[in-house]
């Protein structure tokens, strides 16, 4: 029982009763106190609890009944009782929170755990979240919780919230501190870069001077050292790289030769001279030319250029169509006699007067005719992945949104001017993904872009920021109307049950202005909502400051009236004409739909009470089997087990478990608590207590293995175990049909 306050009751009204009452239903459970803490709180709101100087808590002054540590440890660490320090002797004061749960505690007692060890496993249970570790949970349940909203929560909250600042302060001053300390090495780096880069110009040029004097003494360098130059009797020094897929270029002396396949895959390898005439088809090494022989084609061609002799053109061997952009800037191809690849001129029929046109004769097995589409006409990605060498190991991510010439990116996805500070990927894959997200980026953007017209539509409205929070509020249906006023109820994001209330002027102009609509739902209730001309401004308001487009005014706006007649406030006992009957309908509706879902409830209550007094065929079968001579531990145990599973449906038809613990020691169990399939939490009724008491005696420890299968949780160093009710009943039903062919069998052995 809970202590009686010495020499002063809690004197409350009626309302601030029923107020304590659905606070302490709504709290307590979560809370998870007991009978022994409530009665030391008590004890100490009516002043009997003292501390000595060795920090004992007795429950008078003096000699008096020594109070449990534990106990006095728990609510002093929730902050509902106050201790004296060390070393002091005195009263121990009860907090402000500490009254407020004592109020709680005596106006539910019910609610409260019989015990410590039920108390805590209460307050495991509420710990235990998606985000906590059963661990955790139990660290936390060994402390009491501060009172929900209350002063000791209010401290702790600001404590943490300093604690954030101060760390909010330290992240910015290191995050400074690395700024510093990055553009001092950037900057060493770009020194070091450009005196590097100075060095390598120095040492190229000196080395192409000393490259001219050597050449004006008549010398070359070889791998021997300097050679003295013999006029015929060395060769061309022709350069072979690879310029990317398909193109590979030769450099001598300044002219560029193209070594490609023009005509696609199906082509040979062609050199193309500076003068875009073919010189000839060079030999191939796994798919790629083969640099000796374009070395000696290209030195070929170079002396014949020398010589100023004609060089023969390469012709197509076979008939095949040839790209028109290769025929450009070439000397026109040699006559073939088979006709095939010969240009001629025809008059155009229906062109303008004077106009010829070019007719390729073309084989059979190369059709002519427009490029596929996804081929020709498809544009390159505007973020995309670029190699940075010809073997592609080294990769990086540009985009050509961000200049007039495509910039790379860095690893955070920001366009850097520099080449060499993008960030490097060995993965052609990688950087095209990071090319992706880039894109995605920029299209996250683009969806706030807005067109002028919106704009300007936007900064004519000129909500303030009061106003555009109504009208949010009333588009979520949080606006209420009143006697009292405006109010809008629930509007914490991370907090329930937190009202505002709203300016009196404030809603009735958004309605004269068009941006809203009232509704009556109750007598002396009026909702709001949005009209499509409130629901067009807001979101126009909200993308324009999403943008930057618009900015707050510091009032509110004045907008146009387009109603013809004033507002009626409630507040001064105005309504409109029907406003009255159609409240009073809408609350007579609901009033008769929840006088009907009562009805049905209590039906439904009823035809349960009915069923529950009424065992069923399956429960007697199992007591008749139970009751039977010469059964063994384990089949009593799995058909105990079943019966609990029916007996507990019979009596709570949604339950999916239920949960046995040891009272007094091992072997003695009984059923005390039943969930259903959200793990809703009920007491086992009285009857069915009764009903299973002396079939819960069957799970013994002996055939402990059978009905531990039988469970989902088996916690056997507390002495708790959830029983699964269905495995139960199917384990029972394949125990029944098992005993019923081992009579079977008796009974023929018997008649043979």
Same mark, same amino acid.
């Given at each position: 029982?809970?202590?009686?306050?010495?020499?002063?009751?809690?004197?409350?009204?009626?309302?601030?009763?029923?107020?304590?009452?659905?606070?302490?239903?709504?709290?307590?459970?979560?809370?998870?106190?007991?009978?022994?803490?409530?009665?030391?709180?008590?004890?100490?709101?009516?002043?009997?609890?003292?501390?000595?100087?060795?920090?004992?808590?007795?429950?008078?002054?003096?000699?008096?009944?020594?109070?449990?540590?534990?106990?006095?440890?728990?609510?002093?660490?929730?902050?509902?009782?106050?201790?004296?320090?060390?070393?002091?002797?005195?009263?121990?004061?009860?907090?402000?929170?500490?009254?407020?749960?004592?109020?709680?505690?005596?106006?539910?007692?019910?609610?409260?755990?019989?015990?410590?060890?039920?108390?805590?496993?209460?307050?495991?249970?509420?710990?235990?979240?998606?985000?906590?570790?059963?661990?955790?949970?139990?660290?936390?349940?060994?402390?009491?919780?501060?009172?929900?909203?209350?002063?000791?929560?209010?401290?702790?909250?600001?404590?943490?919230?300093?604690?954030?600042?101060?760390?909010?302060?330290?992240?910015?001053?290191?995050?400074?501190?690395?700024?510093?300390?990055?553009?001092?090495?950037?900057?060493?780096?770009?020194?070091?870069?450009?005196?590097?880069?100075?060095?390598?110009?120095?040492?190229?040029?000196?080395?192409?001077?000393?490259?001219?004097?050597?050449?004006?003494?008549?010398?070359?360098?070889?791998?021997?050292?300097?050679?003295?130059?013999?006029?015929?009797?060395?060769?061309?020094?022709?350069?072979?790289?690879?310029?990317?897929?398909?193109?590979?270029?030769?450099?001598?002396?300044?002219?560029?030769?193209?070594?490609?396949?023009?005509?696609?895959?199906?082509?040979?390898?062609?050199?193309?001279?500076?003068?875009?005439?073919?010189?000839?088809?060079?030999?191939?090494?796994?798919?790629?030319?083969?640099?000796?022989?374009?070395?000696?084609?290209?030195?070929?061609?170079?002396?014949?250029?020398?010589?100023?002799?004609?060089?023969?053109?390469?012709?197509?061997?076979?008939?095949?169509?040839?790209?028109?952009?290769?025929?450009?800037?070439?000397?026109?191809?040699?006559?073939?006699?088979?006709?095939?690849?010969?240009?001629?001129?025809?008059?155009?029929?229906?062109?303008?007067?004077?106009?010829?046109?070019?007719?390729?004769?073309?084989?059979?097995?190369?059709?002519?005719?427009?490029?596929?589409?996804?081929?020709?006409?498809?544009?390159?990605?505007?973020?995309?992945?670029?190699?940075?060498?010809?073997?592609?190991?080294?990769?990086?991510?540009?985009?050509?949104?961000?200049?007039?010439?495509?910039?790379?990116?860095?690893?955070?996805?920001?366009?850097?001017?520099?080449?060499?500070?993008?960030?490097?990927?060995?993965?052609?894959?990688?950087?095209?993904?990071?090319?992706?997200?880039?894109?995605?980026?920029?299209?996250?953007?683009?969806?706030?872009?807005?067109?002028?017209?919106?704009?300007?539509?936007?900064?004519?409205?000129?909500?303030?920021?009061?106003?555009?929070?109504?009208?949010?509020?009333?588009?979520?249906?949080?606006?209420?109307?009143?006697?009292?006023?405006?109010?809008?109820?629930?509007?914490?994001?991370?907090?329930?049950?937190?009202?505002?209330?709203?300016?009196?002027?404030?809603?009735?102009?958004?309605?004269?202005?068009?941006?809203?609509?009232?509704?009556?739902?109750?007598?002396?209730?009026?909702?709001?909502?949005?009209?499509?001309?409130?629901?067009?401004?807001?979101?126009?308001?909200?993308?324009?400051?999403?943008?930057?487009?618009?900015?707050?005014?510091?009032?509110?706006?004045?907008?146009?009236?387009?109603?013809?007649?004033?507002?009626?406030?409630?507040?001064?006992?105005?309504?409109?004409?029907?406003?009255?009957?159609? +409240?009073? *309908? %809408?609350?007579?509706?609901?009033?008769?739909?929840? &006088?009907? =879902?009562?009805?049905?409830? #209590? @039906? /439904?209550?009823?035809?349960?009470?009915?069923?529950?007094?009424?065992?069923?065929?399956?429960?007697?079968?199992?007591?008749?089997?139970?009751?039977?001579?010469?059964?063994?531990?384990?089949?009593?145990?799995?058909?105990?087990?079943?019966?609990?599973?029916?007996?507990?449906?019979?009596?709570?038809?949604?339950?999916?478990?239920?949960?046995?613990?040891?009272?007094?020691?091992?072997?003695?169990?009984?059923?005390?608590?039943?969930?259903?399939?959200?793990?809703?939490?009920?007491?086992?009724?009285?009857?069915?207590?009764?009903?299973?008491?002396?079939?819960?005696?069957?799970?013994?420890?002996?055939?402990?293995?059978?009905?531990?299968?039988?469970?989902?949780?088996?916690?056997?160093?507390?002495?708790?175990?959830?029983?699964?009710?269905?495995?139960?009943?199917? +384990?029972? *039903? %394949?125990?029944?049909?098992?005993?019923?062919?081992? &009579?079977? =069998?008796?009974?023929?052995? #018997? @008649? /043979?």
């Amino acid at each position: 029982m809970l202590a009686a306050p010495a020499g002063a009751e809690v004197e409350n009204s009626g309302a601030d009763r029923w107020l304590d009452v659905s606070n302490a239903r709504t709290e307590l459970p979560r809370m998870g106190w007991c009978t022994g803490l409530a009665d030391v709180l008590a004890a100490t709101y009516s002043g009997d609890l003292h501390a000595d100087t060795s920090g004992i808590v007795r429950r008078r002054e003096g000699q008096g009944r020594r109070v449990r540590a534990n106990v006095v440890e728990l609510l002093a660490s929730g902050g509902y009782i106050a201790v004296p320090r060390a070393g002091r002797r005195g009263p121990v004061t009860i907090t402000p929170d500490g009254v407020t749960a004592h109020r709680w505690c005596s106006a539910a007692p019910d609610l409260l755990h019989a015990d410590h060890r039920a108390a805590y496993w209460a307050r495991v249970r509420a710990h235990h979240t998606g985000r906590t570790s059963k661990q955790s949970a139990r660290d936390q349940a060994r402390h009491l919780a501060p009172l929900p909203y209350g002063e000791e929560e209010k401290r702790r909250r600001a404590a943490q919230m300093r604690q954030i600042e101060q760390w909010a302060k330290e992240l910015q001053a290191t995050r400074e501190r690395l700024a510093a300390e990055q553009a001092k090495d950037d900057a060493q780096a770009e020194q070091n870069r450009a005196a590097a880069w100075a060095r390598i110009q120095q040492e190229a040029e000196e080395r192409q001077a000393e490259e001219d004097d050597r050449r004006d003494e008549g010398l070359v360098m070889s791998e021997h050292g300097p050679q003295e130059i013999v006029m015929g009797a060395g060769l061309r020094r022709v350069t072979v790289t690879r310029v990317g897929s398909g193109l590979w270029n030769a450099v001598v002396r300044g002219a560029v030769y193209e070594v490609s396949k023009e005509g696609g895959e199906a082509w040979p390898w062609l050199v193309v001279a500076p003068d875009q005439t073919r010189i000839g088809v060079c030999s191939v090494i796994n798919d790629a030319p083969y640099a000796a022989s374009v070395r000696n084609i290209v030195r070929t061609h170079a002396d014949t250029l020398v010589c100023r002799e004609t060089f023969p053109e390469w012709s197509q061997p076979y008939a095949a169509a040839e790209p028109e952009g290769t025929r450009q800037g070439r000397s026109a191809a040699t006559d073939d006699t088979s006709g095939v690849g010969q240009t001629t001129k025809e008059p155009e029929p229906n062109g303008p007067e004077g106009a010829d046109r070019a007719v390729t004769a073309v084989g059979p097995s190369s059709p002519v005719g427009p490029p596929a589409v996804g081929k020709a006409y498809s544009s390159a990605a505007r973020a995309r992945a670029v190699a940075l060498d010809l073997v592609g190991s080294r990769w990086v991510a540009e985009c050509d949104r961000h200049g007039p010439v495509p910039m790379g990116l860095s690893k955070l996805g920001d366009a850097v001017a520099d080449i060499a500070a993008a960030y490097v990927y060995d993965i052609e894959q990688d950087a095209a993904d990071a090319a992706r997200a880039h894109l995605d980026a920029h299209a996250r953007e683009d969806a706030d872009v807005m067109a002028p017209e919106d704009i300007d539509a936007a900064q004519a409205l000129n909500l303030s920021r009061v106003q555009w929070r109504t009208l949010g509020w009333i588009r979520d249906g949080k606006v209420r109307e009143t006697s009292d006023g405006f109010s809008a109820y629930d509007i914490s994001p991370d907090r329930a049950d937190v009202s505002k209330r709203i300016r009196k002027t404030l809603v009735p102009r958004l309605w004269a202005a068009g941006f809203v609509k009232v509704f009556a739902v109750a007598p002396g209730v009026r909702e709001f909502g949005l009209t499509d001309e409130g629901a067009r401004a807001l979101r126009l308001w909200s993308t324009a400051l999403r943008v930057s487009a618009v900015s707050e005014p510091e009032k509110d706006a004045r907008h146009a009236a387009v109603k013809n007649s004033r507002y009626r406030w409630l507040s001064a006992g105005e309504t409109w004409t029907g406003e009255q009957e159609k +409240a009073q *309908a %809408a609350a007579d509706a609901e009033q008769s739909a929840n &006088e009907q =879902a009562a009805a049905l409830r #209590a @039906a /439904e209550e009823m035809a349960a009470a009915e069923r529950a007094a009424i065992p069923t065929v399956d429960e007697l079968t199992l007591l008749e089997a139970l009751n039977a001579d010469g059964l063994d531990a384990g089949a009593a145990a799995v058909l105990s087990a079943a019966y609990i599973g029916h007996m507990v449906i019979r009596h709570r038809s949604g339950a999916t478990s239920a949960r046995l613990d040891e009272r007094t020691g091992r072997g003695d169990r009984r059923v005390t608590r039943t969930y259903n399939v959200n793990d809703v939490e009920k007491p086992i009724t009285s009857a069915a207590d009764e009903a299973v008491g002396e079939v819960v005696a069957n799970l013994t420890d002996a055939a402990a293995e059978q009905w531990h299968a039988l469970c989902t949780w088996v916690d056997e160093r507390y002495g708790v175990y959830q029983l699964d009710l269905a495995a139960a009943i199917d +384990a029972g *039903a %394949a125990v029944l049909v098992a005993l019923a062919e081992q &009579e079977t =069998a008796e009974v023929a052995g #018997a @008649a /043979e």
